[in-house]
């Protein structure tokens, strides 16, 4: 007690990731892993295919289980309470975006709150609300995905993502299959999104020059380890931990982007 009030524990952090490791057929694929990601950051996992970001991901919405070690999620494992009700309440957004073709946009969009009981008013006027959220026009909603670009599909599988307000986005290098014109813009209008939405976001990439520009931090994997964790400029001015040959293997990208700033 102090004063004759009592302190406010510190809130848990969203994301924990607990020593965690998995394996599959004999391969380690991840290993000792320890993260923790508070309320409100955009954590990029940065790393080579096959260091662990992706596994890490689907650790989290128990797409895969760890094979030792633990994931919390709001300061409770992911293995207790259900299942279904874990996933709907965590967005989850993949680089081909996973529409159903056979659904209008606007089904698609509205999937987890009808799922939710959501009436079918509230329904709609979530669904205009995001479009018009991430930069699509309202008369998208009655088009299905093999009308819109490879740009509407990715900013669709966005807002199907954000449906249902969950308070977690995970990211699986969400804008990898764009056109490098079509990716920039979307970056930076996830930046804007993420300034008005507060989301906790957990974002995989191997794009240096995206981890910059998108993470609060920036956690570095190799190998299925984690390297270090930093913010986006101690990572380019870091001497010691980026020292690796991982990180010079990224060579003139880094030297760019330092020469560029975040910006």
Known sequence: MLGGHMESAAAPPVIEFRDVSYQIAGNQILSGFNLQIQSGESVVLLGRSGSGKTTSLKLVNRLLSPSSGEIRVKGVPNTQGDLIRLRRSIGYVIQDVGLFPHFTIERNIGLVPKIEGWPEERIRARVQELLQLVGLAPAIASRYPHQLSGGQ???????????????????????????????????????????????????????????????????????????????????????????????????????????????
């Open 153 to 263: 599909r990715q900013r669709v599988g966005v807002a199907r993502a954000l449906a249902a307000d969950p308070e977690i986005l995970l990211m699986d290098e969400p804008f990898g299959a764009l056109d490098p014109l079509t990716r920039d813009e979307l970056r930076r209008e996830f930046l804007l999104l993420q300034q008005r939405l507060h989301k906790t976001v957990l974002f995989v990439t191997h794009d240096l020059r995206e981890a910059l520009r998108i993470g609060s931090r920036i956690a570095l994997m190799e190998s299925g380890r984690l390297i270090t964790v930093l913010s986006p400029i101690d990572f380019l001015r870091s001497a010691e931990p980026l020292a690796s040959a991982y990180v010079k293997a990224f060579g003139e990208g880094l030297e760019s982007a330092a020469n560029r700033g975040t910006s």
